[in-house]
Nanobody, 115 residues
């Protein structure tokens, strides 16, 4: 089991920055993959960025060059630094952890980017 607690969402103007954080209830060294997904109103949940336990990164094309995913191993936390935000980044952002065949989700945090 993994519990995930997210923080850092909010309202920001276009061009601004936000940092999302997700703290896991266990060492992230025991988690295969951690990542961020988002879901905008009326749309399916989509991958934003993931990082594997081996340090492999993967980003959605829409956020490459603007978002950075990184971990703080000592705090069992994964961060998503979001720069140059656009109105189309508005969504509920969810933290995800995969351990073997199991997948765990955080409660979600709202990010709203105004134009």
């Amino acid at each position: 089991q993994v519990q995930l607690v997210e923080s850092g969402g909010g309202l920001v103007q276009a061009g601004g920055s936000l940092r999302l954080s997700c703290e896991a209830s266990r060492s992230i060294f025991t988690i295969n993959t951690m990542g961020w997904y988002r879901q905008a109103p009326g749309k399916q949940r989509e991958l934003v960025a993931v990082i594997t336990s081996g340090g492999i990164l993967n980003y959605a094309d829409a956020v490459k060059g603007r978002f950075t995913i990184f971990t703080d191993n000592a705090k069992n936390t994964v961060h998503l630094q979001m720069n140059s935000l656009k109105p189309e980044d508005t969504a509920v952002y969810y933290c995800n952890a995969k351990v073997g065949l199991s997948s765990y989700w955080g409660q979600g945090t709202q990010v709203t980017v105004s134009s």
